[in-house]
């Protein structure tokens, strides 16, 4: 581990796992000294899990950062696993974005992935906001791709399980980019419910009480065609 490594385990965040090469490291360390002096940052966006911010200079504008609640409203994967899903949906050529680091602040326990800003906007927010849309933004053309990724996701048996508005993003091209694995699951017996599954829900937030629930979601189809409804006046 190089010197300013070193130096980042005596601060309160400590880096847990590193994914990509040493040059960019330095540039990151320093993206997480913004984090501790910094009060200029963006939200760019809120889950029911976490939320990602970015920092307004513009040196850092190829990062953002997702803090994980510490006592997140629904909770399926750990962020290492959602960092392993991300890098299996990346090798497959589908667009999301790459996670760099994760990253534990051990004053709070709250943790943080490091990872790819994507120059765009959710579909919630262009919803609000339609001059968030790119020019080149094309109905038939998106869904099209989203189809085409989510059908080669599952032929590798790979579920999203929560495909709304606010995971997918459209970038500067228009194309989509679908986030937040945090609810994934891999499909492994074949008459098995992969949209039935159990996940840990936050019952009392001032005790810090879960419950484990089991529950049944919409397929990545049918939330597709929830997404094409919700933009149908895009068509
Ligand atoms: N890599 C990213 N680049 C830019 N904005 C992002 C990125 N990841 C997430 N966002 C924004 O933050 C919001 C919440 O992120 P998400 O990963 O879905 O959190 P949660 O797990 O809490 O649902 C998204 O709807 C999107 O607007
Ligand atoms: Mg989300």
């Keep these: 581990m190089n010197n300013s490594l070193e130096m980042k385990k005596n601060n309160k965040f400590e880096i847990q796992k590193i994914y990509i090469e040493n040059e960019q490291t330095e540039l990151i360390v320093k993206f997480l000294e913004q984090l501790t002096i910094n009060s200029n940052r963006i939200e760019l966006g809120k889950g029911a899990n976490g939320a990602v911010y970015a920092f307004g200079d513009n040196r850092f504008g190829d990062f953002c950062l997702k803090k994980v609640h510490k006592l997140p409203l ?13 890098q ?3 090798s497959l050529g589908i667009a999301t974005p790459r996670t760099l680091m994760t990253v534990l ?11 790819e800003r994507i120059d765009g906007y ?20 998106f869904f099209k791709k989203l ?21 997918v993003m459209i970038n500067e091209y228009g194309d989509p980019v679908i986030i937040d694995f945090g609810s994934a ?35 990545d189809e049918e939330n597709i065609k929830v997404l094409k409804e919700k933009m149908s006046h895009l068509r």
């Excluded at 629904?74 to 991300?86: D, F, P």
Aim: one cysteine or more.
């Design 74 to 86: 629904m909770k399926i994967l750990s962020i290492e696993e959602e960092h392993e899903y991300q």
């Design 122 to 141: 959710s579909i919630v927010d262009t919803l609000k906001n339609p001059t968030l849309l790119p020019e080149s933004f094309n109905y038939d053309q």
């Design 185 to 219: 699951g891999k499909h492994y017996i074949s008459d098995e419910d992969i949209y039935l599954f159990e996940c840990r829900k936050l019952i009392d937030p001032s005790k810090g009480i879960y419950k484990t629930v089991e529950q049944k979601v919409n397929t």
């Design 147 to 167: 189809s085409d990724q989510i059908n080669k996701l599952h032929e590798n048996r790979i579920h999203h399980r929560d495909l709304h508005a606010g995971n």
């Design 88 to 90: 299996e949906v990346l």
């Design 105 to 115: 602040n051990h004053e709070t326990k709250e943790e943080f992935f490091i990872m």
